[in-house]
C-alpha cells in the first residue's frame, strides 16, 4: 500500500525568537513565533507523515492549549510521532519540502536541514530534499513578517 500527506504550517516572525529549520538554528534577527520551538518546517513534515499514515494531526497529539508543549523541541514531537507511524508498519519512502521565506537566504543551511530530517526520521538523506521559495515581496512572507512550510510525503506499507 502507497499513501501520500500533505503538510502546512505558518508562523509570524518576531525578535527574541531562534529561527529554526528542520531542527537547525539559522543565524538571524528574527525567529518563529509559536507554542513549541515554531520549527515550520518539522511542523509540516509531522502533518504530512501524520495524513499519509491516517494516524491524525499535529495538533491531536500535542495541542497547542496544553502547557505541557510550550517551548518543546519540534525535532522531539516528530520523532515522537514516527514511533507511531513506524509501529503501524509504515515505512517513509521520500519526503519533499518547500519553506517560504524572504530572508535570510536558505541555500547555506541546505544540506545540514537535509541531515537534521533525516536523522530525525532515521531515512536516509538522498529520501529528503528541501527547496525555497521567497513571497517576492508579496504578503506577509514577502514583507518578512511570517515563514511558511510544506511538505509532501510518500509512505508505503
Not at 36 to 61: E, M, N, P, Q, R
Not at 96 to 119: G, H, M, T, W
Amino acid at each position: 500500500m502507497i499513501r501520500t500527506g500533505l503538510g502546512y504550517d505558518l508562523h509570524r516572525l518576531v525578535k527574541g525568537r531562534k529561527l529554526i529549520l528542520g531542527g537547525v538554528v539559522i543565524p538571524f534577527n528574527k525567529g518563529e513565533d509559536g507554542h513549541s520551538d515554531g520549527d515550520v518546517l518539522f511542523h509540516a513534515i509531522t502533518d504530512a507523515v501524520l495524513g499519509a499514515s491516517g494516524l491524525g494531526d499535529i495538533g491531536s497529539f500535542f495541542p497547542p492549549e496544553d502547557n505541557k508543549w510550550k517551548d518543546a523541541d519540534s525535532a522531539f514531537l516528530l520523532s515522537t510521532v514516527m514511533e507511531k507511524v513506524y509501529q503501524k508498519g509504515w515505512k517513509i519512502e521520500n519526503i519533499d519540502c518547500v519553506i517560504k521565506l524572504e530572508k535570510p537566504k536558505f541555500i547555506p543551511y541546505r544540506q545540514d536541514v537535509i541531515n537534521s530530517i533525516a536523522r530525525v526520521l532515521k531515512i536516509e538523506p538522498s529520501q529528503v530534499f528541501v527547496k525555497a521559495k521567497t513571497g517576492e515581496k508579496l504578503g506577509d512572507v514577502g514583507k518578512g513578517k511570517a515563514i511558511e512550510a510544506y511538505c509532501s510525503c510518500l509512505i508505503s506499507k
